[in-house]
């Protein structure tokens, strides 16, 4: 049996979560830009975005990835070819704390991800996404964060990468479906540095001269004896 023959029931199901495309931006999207070549060789990014400063100390949260389909078929994603996103240092000095720590605890399929049993791979799930249409694909749990707990990286240099990966096959018009292809999103981060505080100088207190009580001191005492001795015998001489 023909994939296309299932597709019918399948646009069916699809229109019955009614899915819309997104009209507005949402927290969590991102500016799109050039890919570095860099990112390409390390990461194979095929799309990449602008996810603005991180700074260290700072808990990043709420985070989730929409996914349009710009393509003339329907994309058939299967839930056992999907890998979850990751987030990944630039720097060897960098480093994350992941709360919770498993990947399967922090991310979560959106609501929109509505899986069925697949006609094609017995024992897996799939999604039919119809052409033109936009979903959020995937979605952290409430309170799940990454922070950034460390950083060599200079202010205003990438610091971090969040990958964002999604596995399909495109339904083409022979009613079979292409070979899967997995599209990598880049989201890069870069880092926010600020300098630390000068604390104030404290003013130096005056120094307290300390009375001498050294050899100097017993010299002086002995002439004062001396001479107050020697006017007491000039005063007793007079008196004489």
């Not at 009209?23 to 890919?35: L, P, Q, T, W």
């Not at 339904?171 to 540095?193: F, M, R």
Request: with cysteine.
């Amino acid at each position: 049996m023909k994939r296309a023959i299932i597709s019918a029931f399948a646009a069916t199901v699809f229109a019955a979560t009614a899915m819309t495309e997104s009209a507005s931006a949402k927290i969590g999207e991102y500016e799109s830009i050039s890919c570095d070549p860099a990112y390409v060789s390390q990461f194979s990014c095929d799309q990449c975005f602008d996810g603005g400063t991180w700074a260290v100390g700072e808990t990043k949260t709420d985070y989730f990835d929409t996914w349009t389909n710009t393509l003339s078929g329907s994309q058939i994603i299967y839930q056992n070819n999907q890998s979850l996103p990751s987030v990944h240092p630039l720097d060897t000095g960098t480093q994350f704390a992941s709360n919770p720590e498993d990947p399967k605890k922090f991310w979560k399929f959106a609501s929109d991800i509505v899986w069925t049993d697949s006609v094609t791979n017995v024992g897996d799930k799939e999604f039919e996404l119809a052409t033109g249409k936009q979903v959020t694909m995937y979605e952290s749990e409430l309170g799940a964060g990454y922070t950034l707990s460390s950083t060599n990286v200079k202010d205003g240099d990438p610091v971090a990468v969040l990958l964002f990966p999604l596995s399909y096959s495109t339904l083409l018009d022979s009613g079979t479906e292409s070979d899967t292809k997995t599209h990598e999103e880049c989201v890069i981060y870069k880092a926010k540095i600020t300098n630390p505080a000068v604390p104030t100088p404290k003013p130096t207190p005056e120094k307290v001269t300390s009375p001498k009580t050294g050899p100097e001191s017993v010299v002086m005492f002995m002439l004062a004896l001396m001479a107050g001795a020697a006017i007491l015998l000039v005063a007793s001489r007079r008196k004489a």
